[in-house]
């Protein structure tokens, strides 16, 4: 017979968890004792639950593999409720762990006690109250495996004091070997019709393509189609961004260059498209006919209803159409190149603006300029997504982490701190406006106690810059939205980290240079013109690519 919370440790160990992120409370402390013997599983103490969510999801983000954090009851686990959002509309395996008074016995009445399962219930894939220690190996499986399983997303288990105090004789369960199923040999054949029948078809490569890691495939049938492509930002960098094909990123909603060569064609495939993300086309009857190649059906919804639809294995699905297709010489894709011509032609002398404070352009190509290849930046929320979806070009998968599902603020310094963690080896940045970055500012100090390499690099514009913009754009006052900031540098080097300042668009790039080739955590305090934000995003683009 071992103790209960000894039986959860090795039943997360035989699923090869590396690290739990958390804060533990009183409630986990047996959990906490069984950890500390653990010499598979390393505890990661964060200042806050949402920061620990946020870790794990990213975690799962980048092996497919399940992240798992810990909190205690009440307002621990109410603090993971935004990160598992995050991992569930995300598409990140990630599994919250939460203690609960004893369920048998308590003296305390109602002290600390909600339904966490039930508040967990609809943004989770799966939640679970232990009940008897006997059950925890077949629950933690059955979580873990939900989990990982298309689409993934977050689970929970909550471990009551006196379950986890239980002894039992069950041992783990071990993991299953499984492949995922592969798409109907006539579903292939009337996608290749319908490609082969078309007249300026395009791909769009979207966040279940990034997940399946569908890149070499997607990139042997683009050389054998020439079939120009597209993606979501949660397919930014499945194919290198560099090829001749590309036709850029839908992050605006509508109008964009992009739209315009979505809209000038005739057949769309989307590869692992979710409706979580708005749709880079509009679809209406009669329109083109839209192809949907994923792991499962299409969620129809009044923005997506595809004519056919090729269901299982992403990567497999495109390695058959490939096989089958015949390029017939009759597709025409240079309207269609066209576009992503003018785009960058639009670009170029706005990135080469050297204002200060400085001009987003400018700003994107200067973080491109500064990181190798392999380099990840991981994007808090605000109005510099759309700068950075438009104009960093992306070169290798899960490069760009950003988040277009939630689009929560207050995930990109966990994010990288993550990705840090799990590539030592590789330059990571986060990129933060001032009003996200002080959701979580507190990690800092896990950062440097951890020893991590990153950058922090914060847009300060003294306001909340996206919602300002919208505003603009609907034609309302200026009002409700700007704030002060700490000093940044000061605040930084108070968590014993590195503060710089940037003064000039030439100071920069250097700092970039220094805080990538210099270890330690550095914060970069960056401010930011955004004053053209409403021209250039709401009229300029718009009315350029509808002259095309």
């Not at 629950?139 to 689409?151: C, G, T």
């Not at 010489?329 to 080469?352: F, I, M, N, S």
């Not at 759309?386 to 998968?397: D, N, S």
């Amino acid at each position: 017979m071992k103790k209960a919370s000894d039986l959860f440790i090795e039943c997360l160990e035989e699923e090869g968890v590396e690290y739990i992120f958390g804060v533990p409370g009183e409630e986990n402390l047996d959990f906490l004792d069984s950890l500390s013997r653990s010499t598979k599983i390393k505890l990661i103490l964060t200042r806050h639950e949402q920061g620990a969510g946020f870790m794990a999801a990213t975690y799962g983000r980048h092996t497919g593999k399940t992240g798992v954090c810990l909190a205690t009851l009440g307002p621990g686990a109410t603090n993971f409720v935004t990160a598992a959002a995050y991992a569930q509309l995300g598409g990140m395996p990630m599994m919250m762990i939460t203690g609960q008074k004893p369920i048998k016995k308590s003296k305390q009445g109602r002290f600390q006690i909600l339904d966490v399962v039930a508040m967990m219930g609809p943004i989770t894939k799966f939640t679970h109250q232990m009940a008897s220690s006997d059950n925890i190996p077949s629950r933690v499986r059955e979580a873990i495996r939900l989990a990982e399983e298309e689409k993934p997303g977050a689970v929970h288990i909550e471990l009551p004091e006196d379950i986890a105090d239980e002894h039992t004789d069950s041992t783990p369960l071990k993991r299953s070997h499984v492949r995922r199923p592969t798409a109907d040999v006539k579903s292939i054949r009337e996608a290749v019709k319908a490609l082969e029948e078309a007249t300026s078809p395009v791909l769009v490569i979207g966040a279940g393509a990034n997940r399946t890691m569908t890149s070499r495939m997607l990139l042997q049938f683009i050389e054998k189609t020439g079939i120009p492509f597209l993606t979501t930002q949660l397919g930014k960098g499945v194919i290198d961004e560099r090829h001749p094909k590309f036709l850029g990123c839908a992050a605006l909603s509508a109008g964009d260059f992009v739209h315009r060569a979505v809209e000038a064609s005739d057949c769309i495939v989307n590869l692992g498209h979710d409706v979580i993300e708005k749709p880079p086309f509009f679809m209406k009857q009669g329109g083109p006919t839209v192809i949907h190649v994923s792991t499962k059906t299409a969620e129809v919804d009044p923005v997506y209803f595809p004519d056919i639809e090729v269901i299982g294995d992403i990567a497999n699905a495109v390695w058959q159409i490939k096989e089958d297709i015949v390029p017939n010489g009759g597709w025409k894709v240079d309207h269609l190149l066209a576009y992503r011509q003018a785009e960058v032609a639009h670009t170029a002398p706005l990135a080469e603006d050297a204002r200060f404070p400085i001009f987003p352009p400018h700003l994107v190509q200067s973080v491109r300029d500064a990181m190798p290849d392999d380099g990840i930046i991981c994007l808090d929320n605000g109005v510099y997504k759309i700068w950075f979806a438009r104009g960093y070009t992306a070169y290798r998968p899960n490069t760009v982490l950003l988040d277009n599902a939630l689009a929560t603020m207050g995930a990109g310094l966990p994010s990288a701190m993550m990705s840090a963690m799990l590539y030592p080896g590789r330059k990571v940045m986060a990129i933060c406006g001032d009003g996200g970055f002080m959701m979580n500012s507190q990690e800092m100090e896990t950062a440097v106690r951890l020893g991590l390499n990153i950058t922090v690099l914060i847009l300060n514009d003294n306001s909340y810059g996206m919602i300002r913009w919208k505003q603009a754009n609907m034609g309302f006052k200026d009002w409700g939205l700007t704030y002060g900031n700490p000093d940044f540098v000061k605040y930084a080097e108070a968590y014993g980290a590195h503060g710089h300042r940037v003064e000039s668009a030439a100071h920069l790039k250097e700092l970039l240079a220094h805080t990538r080739d210099t270890p330690g955590v550095h914060l970069i305090d960056c401010p930011v013109d955004y004053s053209e934000n409403d021209q250039i995003l709401n009229t300029d683009i718009k009315k350029l690519s509808k002259e095309l």
